[in-house]
């Protein structure tokens, strides 16, 4: 299946593959005509009840049933139930029928200075009987402790993987009830295992509700996958989007494209390199040309309708995704307005050429070798991303004298090489991060570990100034390596907001053989500040300028050295 960007922009490493449980594959039919208020209320109910159950009922978590059928079998009885004592005594019934559930000696209470304590107001305040309510929180008092059938989380480090889903990949177009089951298992995964679920713009409460309609709705294919790319994008997580499987939403954005490269400088859509150089003399197009029209709409039409099938942390990060696919098109001519300078506005029919033929995957690629070298006056220049582990003791030794350094992280590092290179510039153990991590056995709590330290090298102490260069494509570990570098005593960051997604990646699979990913650890300064959404803020804010691309300058290089040189 293809996947929906460049794969160099996949920048991260996905949690280790899960066996799945193959559950009930047959199509069934709801027959959903006039979705009520009712039967939403309803389901949003059963999906948290399911949900709630998965995680906390001892024998779920033993692995007792299979719990996608325990939903798939329920739910053309439970759709039909318009009155609520019915209702509650369906689900009662359900409960019980899974078994007795026995007291928790070794169920502990939720500490009273977690960084987040499960949300169980749903039950305490649900328009549902007493019993079961009471049920409910019995279950949550004497749940499921130890290993556990859907969940565990990664040693070490914390963040969770989600074991034996089922992706339905023989199913690309799920059916109303295994479309249900997309929202109910991902709506859940994010409310108990989310850790930024807080930093959400709009309440995660009322995403079951708002999204039982649109999933039910979804009349083939596309529509699925984009109300599943909406409903991942909600999460404002630049780790999470559709990575694998959204088949039709790659062929919609169109298998034909440009073979210029362009990025939103200064708010405009701007033409910053050809993917090979040899098209340079085949277009009228330039570099540092200004895209304004797209077949006849302009391009801030164009990224309004667009953004929300863009899922991002943040603004750059979701512009640095709609910028690769906008001049894309089923068809192999769209018609561009673009601007040069000061000159009129032109138009053309620029011809696009099929995806694969471009060579984009290859220029996202590109690394520059060597991944280190002396620039004018004294200043050293490192790239993360081509460095390797045995280039660390030879940079350390040749840049000891320099003026200073400039270490650029607009890309993804090549290599861990985040302690070893780090210790160069902190003369004394030094705290750069610390992280919120789940607390196993208790979904939705998450505590606040100890903090992380860079120790100095015991033989080379650099002294000079360290410049680090950061933008919208420093991401993930690019953004970890910056936080480690921000330790040092003569460091300055210079550039733009970074992309917002921070932490170790675990994986989802959903219905329709769908693979999506979410950031699984809290990543934060020493001192408790955000770095998910709002990336790492520049010591410098300097953005590219649409006339520097045009004179083919980096001036975010040349203020570093401006900086380095200043006494």
Not at 251 to 265: A, K
Not at 461 to 478: F, H, I, R
């Amino acid at each position: 299946m293809k996947t929906l960007i460049p794969a160099l922009l996949i920048l991260f490493t996905a949690a280790s593959a899960q066996p799945v449980v193959k559950s009930n594959t047959q199509q069934l039919s709801l027959a959903f005509t006039n979705l009520s208020e009712k039967q939403v209320a309803n389901l949003e109910l059963l999906g948290r009840v399911w949900g709630f159950l998965k995680y906390h009922h001892p024998k779920v978590g033993n692995g007792k049933y299979t719990w996608d059928n325990e939903l798939l079998t329920r739910l053309p009885l439970y759709i039909n139930l318009t009155d609520d004592d019915a209702r509650d005594k369906f689900l009662m019934e359900w409960i019980e029928s899974l078994g007795e559930v026995k007291v928790c000696k070794s169920c502990r209470l939720t500490q009273r200075d977690a960084f987040l304590k499960p949300d169980l107001k749903w039950i305490e305040a649900g328009s549902f009987s007493k019993q079961l309510k009471e049920t409910l929180m019995f279950i949550y008092h004497n749940r499921h402790q130890g290993n556990h059938q859907y969940i565990k989380f990664a040693p070490n480090v914390g963040n969770p993987e989600f074991l034996n889903e089922d992706p339905y990949a023989s199913m690309p177009y799920p059916d109303e009830a295994h479309r249900l089951l997309t929202l109910f298992r991902y709506w859940n995964m994010i409310y108990y295992f989310f850790p930024y679920k807080h930093l959400m713009d709009k309440d995660w409460n009322l995403k079951l509700h708002e999204y039982i309609p649109v999933l039910l709705q979804a009349s083939n294919e596309l529509e699925y996958e984009l109300a599943t790319i909406q409903l991942i994008g909600d999460i404002q997580d630049t780790h999470a989007n559709l990575w694998t499987g959204a088949d039709k939403i790659f062929y919609s954005r169109g298998q034909y494209s440009s073979p210029v490269h362009t990025r939103f400088v200064e708010n405009k859509l701007v033409i910053t390199d050809f993917y090979k150089s040899e098209m340079r003399a085949k277009l009228p197009l330039k570099i540092g040309d200004v895209i304004t029209t797209i077949n006849g709409h302009t391009v801030e039409q164009l990224v309004q309708e667009r953004s929300k099938y863009y899922p991002a942390s943040n603004e750059p990060a979701r512009l640095r995704g709609l910028s690769q696919d906008m001049l894309r098109s089923t068809e192999p001519t769209i018609t561009v307005g673009y601007v040069r300078g000061d000159a009129p506005e032109q138009v053309m029919d620029l011809g696009l050429y099929p995806w694969d033929s471009l060579g984009i995957d290859e220029w996202y690629k590109q690394k520059p070798k060597p991944c280190y070298w002396m620039l004018d006056n004294n200043i050293g220049y490192i790239t993360l991303g081509s460095i390797a582990m045995e280039d660390v003791p030879k940079i350390k030794e040749a840049f000891i004298n320099t003026q200073g350094i400039v270490i650029d992280i607009r890309n993804y590092p090549s290599a861990g090489v985040l302690f070893a290179l780090g210790s160069y510039f902190v003369s004394s153990p030094t705290s750069f991060v610390k992280f919120t991590r789940a607390v196993e056995g208790n979904p939705g709590e998450f505590i606040m570990r100890d903090y992380t330290k860079i120790f100095p090298d015991k033989k080379l102490l650099y002294k000079g100034k360290l410049m680090v260069l950061v933008n919208e494509l420093t991401q993930s570990a690019a953004e970890y390596a910056a936080l480690s570098l921000r330790a040092g005593a003569n460091t300055t960051v210079i550039g733009s907001t970074t992309a917002g997604a921070d932490g170790n990646v675990s994986a989802i699979l959903l219905p329709g053989g769908l693979k999506t990913w979410i950031s699984g650890i809290g990543v934060y300064y020493p001192d408790g500040r955000e770095t998910q959404r709002v990336g790492i803020v520049p010591d410098v804010e300097v953005k590219p300028t649409i006339e520097g691309i045009r004179m083919g300058r980096d001036e975010l290089l040349e203020k570093a050295i401006t900086l380095i040189l200043e006494k």
